[in-house]
């Protein structure tokens, strides 16, 4: 079965770091294309980051650029979001995605999802 697990969330100050994990099954890293999604407490669930397994590509948010990174480990099956710089606004469940048909930055091309992790930045 295709499984995501997210890990590494936590609280942490403004302008401080967080590196996310999501640990994929072998199912999933067949697919295309992994994502980072996040919802805010009574926001819509929103795009953050993407990356092709395969060639490496990505994509990003504008709000993030520069201050986020995406990246993957084929090896371990693991694909990570380096977080520097948060900001309050960060604040979220940080959710890991798996796409079977491209990198993209909406969610209804996603058809796998993990549980989520909680990002919490104070000020």
């Known amino acids: 079965q295709v499984q995501l697990v997210e890990s590494g969330g936590g609280l942490v100050q403004a302008g401080g770091s967080l590196n996310l994990s999501c640990a994929a099954s072998?199912?999933?890293?067949?697919?295309?294309?992994m994502g980072w999604f996040r919802q805010a407490p009574g926001k819509e669930r929103e795009f953050v980051a993407a990356?092709?397994?395969?060639?490496?590509?990505?994509s990003y948010v504008d709000s993030v650029k520069g201050r986020f990174t995406i990246s993957r480990d084929n090896a371990k099956n693991t694909v990570y979001l380096q977080m520097n710089s948060l900001k309050p606004e960060d604040t979220a469940v940080y959710y890991c995605?798996?796409?079977?048909?491209?990198?993209?930055?909406?969610?209804?091309?996603?058809?796998?999802w993990g549980q989520g992790t909680q990002v919490t930045v104070s000020s």
């Open positions: 995605a798996a796409s079977l048909r491209r990198l993209s930055g909406h969610a209804s091309e996603y058809e796998y």
């Open positions: 990356i092709r397994w395969g060639g490496g590509s990505t």
């Open positions: 072998r199912r999933t890293f067949r697919s295309y294309a």
